[in-house]
C-alpha cells in the first residue's frame, strides 16, 4: 500500500534554525518573525485533524515517530509520500522565502527521510519565483527519496502560464511528479467573485481552483512543451473531473483556434498526464455510485490511495480505504498507479 | 438545417411546447439608451460612457461573440433588430415563448447611480422595442445589482409587469453572491415573486478564477462554471434559503455537469464544519435542489449518452432543467439537437417548455 498524501509539519520556526544559515536564524529572531502565518488548515477546525488522531502525542504529523505509530504501522504503509504544506509562497520576501523552502527540504531529509525507510517526500519551492524554485528543485533533486515538487494549488496566476515554466522544466528534467496540492496563501481571492465568508466555502470551493489549473495546463500547452510532465492533484477531490473533461473537450471543438498547440482532445493530455488522490471522496451518497464517477473519467488508473492523514476523512483505522472503492481497481489504487506514475 | 427547423409556423397555437431561456438582444448603438434617461445621464454616458472593473478582455471566437449569420440584412449588430430575430430564431424555431436577458453592462458599474440610471434606460428600452411589439418575448428586470438598495428600487419600480420574469445578474459578481450586500436585492425580488436568474459573464473587478487570470478565451469560457460553482457554494453557506425560503435562483449558461459531485462535496464538508454556519438547518444539497433552476445551454455532452441519462440521474432536478439557445451567439444551441432524443418524452417536454411555464409562470402569446 502507498499512501500519496501524508502531511508533515514544521512544529515551529525554531525547528529548522539548525538548517538555516546564522544570517536568517539571527533574522528571524530579531524580527519575530515566526514563519509563514497562513494556513490551508485552521489548528482547530474539525477537518484539520481527524477525531482518530486528535490529542494524540506526539501531535499528529511533527515527528516521524508520530507519524509511524499513527498512521504507517496501524495501516501497514508501504510508502508514504509526504506532504509538507508550509506556506512559504506566503512569505512575500523572495530570498526569506527560497531560505525557507531550503530549511525544510533539509529537515525533511534529516529528520523524515533519514529516520524511516518508507518515507518518500515532496520539494517544497518558493512557487512564487520561479527561478528560484527552479534552482531549489536542483538541489533537492540530488536526493531520489524527493519523488514531486509540490505547488499549492492557490497560485497568482494560473500555473500553466509561461511565467512559471522554470519550475515545470526543472521538474521534467529531474524526474519529478508536480503535486498540486490544496491550499496556498497567494494573497488574491480563492473564487473567481471575490473572498467568500466561511472556511467552509475555501473547504470546498477549493475544487474550482483544481479546475481552473488544469484547464490552464491544458490550454497552455504544457504538456507538449514538457511532454514527461506528470501532475498529481493531491487534496482536491476527483468527482468533478468528468464534467470537466466534458466541458473542455466539447470547448476545444469550438475554440481549438484559440489555442492551436493543444493538438489532441484535452481529455487525452488529463488522462496520460495527471493523477488524483483519493481523499476527499466526494463520493455519491448510493454506493454504487463512485463506480459510475470513476468509469466517466474514460481512462483507467487515474487514482492514487491517499489518507491524507491527519486530516479528517474517516473516524477508523479500518476505514482508510473507502469502501466505495470498486473492488476490480482496488489494487491499482492501493499500490500500482502510483508506482508507475511516481516510478518508486 | 432540418425540415423541422425550416418550416415556419403558420397556425396558432394555444399550449406552450417551446421556450427559449436565454436570449441576448442589444441596441445599433449604446448611446440610444440616452432616450430613456435623464438629460443628466444621457449627458454622463455620452460624455464618460460605462466604466467597469474590466477584465473580461478576450478576443472572442467571433465579434460580439455571436453566430456568423446572425447579422440582420440592414447590417446592424446581431440581436438587435426584432423582426430579424422573429425570423431567424422565433419562428424558425416554432418558439413559442422567449426570455430576453439583456447583458448590456448596467450591472457592475463603478459608478452605481450610473449603473442604476442604465439598469432603468433599459428595461424602459426592453419595454418600448422588444415587449411592446412582440408578444412572445419575456423581459428580465435589470439592475445594478453591486448595490442592493439599488436594485431594490428598481424591482419595486418595474417587478409588477407579467411581462419580466426575472431579475438579471452577471455571475462575476464583486462579491460572493451570499454576502448580505445583496440581500435587499433578493427581499425584492421575493416580494414581487421573482425568480434571480444569474447569468455567465461580467466582471466584479477579480479575476475570472480563484487563481488569477488566465491567458486564453477558451479558460474564460471553460472556465465560467467554476464562478457558478462558487456561487452556489455561497448561497446556500450564507444562509440565503433560511432568510429567504422563497428566494429562486436560475443558473443560466453555467452547465449542470457539475453540479452533482458539487452537492455530494458539499453535504460531506458541511458534515464536518457546520459548526461553522449554525444559519444552516440542512443539508447543502437539498437547499440546491429545493431552490435552483438551471438552463440547459451549452448542453453537457458526455461521449455517450448513457453517460448524460446517468447525469441526470445524480443530479435529481429533472423539474429544474429549462431549455435554452444562447441566440444569438456562437455557441447556441439548436432546439432539435441540443436534447438527446432518445431522453423520455415527458423529460424532454419538461426541458422543453413546462418546467419554465411552472417557475415563470407562463401563458402563451395572444396574437
Known sequence: MIDCDVHNSVPSLPALYPYLSEHWVEYCRQSAFGGPADSAYPAHAPTSVGPLWRGAKPAPGTSAGAVVEQLLDPLGVELAILNCVYAVESIHNPDTAAAMSAAVNDWQIAEWLDADHRFRASVVVPSAQPEMAAREIERAAADRRFVQVLLPVRSAMPYGNRHYHPIFEAAERHGLAVGLHFGGAPGNPPTGAGWPSYYLEEYAGMAQIFQTQILSMISEGLFDRFPDLRIACIEGGFTWLPSLLWRIDKEWKGLRRDVPWVREEPSHYVHKHMRFTTRPLDAPPDPGGLADVIDDIGAEGMLLFATDYPHWHFDRIEDAIPAALPERLRAGILRDNARVFYGL | ????????????????????????????????????????????????????????????????????????????????????????????????????????????????????????????????????????????????????????????????????????????????????????????????????????????????????????????????????????????????????????????????????????????????????????????????????????????????????????????????????????????????????????????????AENAVRLYGLRPAEA
Open chain 2, 1 to 352: 438545417m432540418t425540415e423541422a427547423a425550416t418550416r415556419v409556423a403558420v397556425e396558432s397555437r394555444t399550449a406552450i411546447s417551446l421556450v427559449d431561456g436565454d436570449i441576448h438582444i442589444q441596441p445599433a448603438n449604446r448611446l440610444d439608451f440616452g432616450r430613456y434617461m435623464t438629460a443628466h445621464w444621457r449627458r454622463h454616458l455620452e460624455t464618460f460612457g460605462g466604466r467597469g472593473p474590466g477584465g473580461a478582455s478576450y478576443p472572442r471566437a467571433n465579434k460580439y461573440a455571436a453566430r456568423s449569420d446572425s447579422y440582420p440584412p440592414n447590417g446592424k449588430p446581431p440581436g438587435s433588430d426584432l423582426d430579424f430575430l422573429r425570423h431567424q430564431l422565433l419562428d424558425t424555431w416554432n418558439i413559442d415563448i422567449g426570455v430576453l436577458n439583456p447583458l448590456l453592462g448596467a450591472g457592475g458599474q463603478r459608478n452605481l447611480e450610473f449603473g442604476a440610471a442604465l439598469a432603468t434606460a433599459i428595461n424602459e428600452w426592453q419595454f418600448a422595442e422588444w415587449l411592446d411589439p412582440e408578444p412572445r418575448l419575456r423581459g428580465s428586470v435589470v439592475v445594478e445589482y453591486e448595490d442592493g438598495e439599488l436594485a431594490a428600487e428598481e424591482i419595486h419600480r418595474v417587478g409588477d409587469d407579467p411581462r419580466l420574469v426575472h431579475v438579471l445578474l452577471s455571475i462575476r459578481t464583486a462579491e460572493p453572491m451570499g454576502r448580505r450586500k445583496y440581500w435587499p436585492m433578493y427581499e425584492a425580488a421575493v416580494a414581487h415573486d421573482l425568480p434571480v436568474g444569474v447569468h455567465f459573464g461580467g466582471s466584479g473587478g477579480s479575476p475570472i478564477t480563484g487563481t488569477g487570470f488566465p491567458s486564453f478565451y477558451i479558460e474564460d469560457h471553460a472556465g465560467m462554471p467554476t464562478v457558478f460553482q462558487s456561487q452556489v457554494i455561497s448561497l446556500v453557506c450564507e444562509g440565503v434559503f433560511e432568510r429567504f425560503p422563497d428566494l429562486k435562483i436560475v443558473l443560466i449558461e453555467g452547465g449542470f455537469g457539475w453540479l452533482p459531485s458539487l452537492m455530494w462535496r458539499l453535504d460531506e464538508a458541511y458534515g464536518r464544519l457546520r459548526e461553522e454556519v449554525p444559519a444552516l438547518r440542512r443539508l447543502p444539497s437539498e437547499y440546491i435542489r429545493e431552490h435552483f433552476w438551471i438552463t440547459t445551454q451549452p448542453m453537457e455532452e458526455p461521449p455517450r449518452v448513457t453517460q448524460l441519462e446517468r447525469l441526470l440521474d445524480q443530479l435529481n432536478m429533472n423539474d429544474r432543467l429549462m431549455f435554452a439557445t444562447d441566440y444569438p451567439h456562437w455557441d447556441f444551441d439548436a432546439p432539435d439537437h441540443a436534447i438527446p432524443g432518445r431522453l423520455p418524452a415527458d423529460l424532454k417536454a419538461a426541458i422543453r
